[in-house]
């Protein structure tokens, strides 16, 4: 059982940056690959970025390449979400998601556990 917590969402202006932060429960948490998604009203969750149980080879939406940075701290059982150069159109509220495999997956219904979700709202 794993339980995630996000936390760092917040209001930005366009061009502005934001850290996301989840934090894991359980002593397994390098066994997973971790991802994060999002969701705008009325559109389905999306795939954003995610990365394996190393830290290596991440992988990203092409909406948020160069500008969205994953990270992992298994020490600390923490993913993070470095989100720079902000847009509107990256509001949403933003999940964290635990995988048990050693590859990364941009699919929803491959990932086993999910956060409660962080807003993020991109507006001046």
């Known amino acids: 059982q794993v339980q995630l917590v996000e936390s760092g969402g917040g209001l930005v202006q366009p061009g502005g940056s934001l850290r996301l932060s989840c934090a894991a429960s359980?002593?397994?948490?390098?066994?997973?690959?971790m991802g994060w998604f999002r969701q705008a009203p009325g559109k389905e969750r999306e795939f954003v970025a995610a990365v394996r149980w190393s830290g290596h080879n991440p992988d990203y939406a092409d909406s948020v390449k160069g500008r969205f940075t994953i990270s992992r701290d298994n020490a600390k059982n923490t993913v993070y979400l470095q989100m720079n150069r902000l847009k509107p159109e990256d509001t949403a509220v933003y999940y964290c998601?635990?995988?048990?495999?050693?590859?990364?997956?941009?699919?929803?219904?491959?990932?086993?556990?999910w956060g409660q979700g962080t807003q993020v709202t991109v507006s001046s």
């Open positions: 998601a635990a995988d048990y495999a050693l590859s990364v997956s941009r699919y929803t219904g491959d990932y086993d556990y």
């Open positions: 359980g002593r397994t948490f390098s066994s997973y690959a």
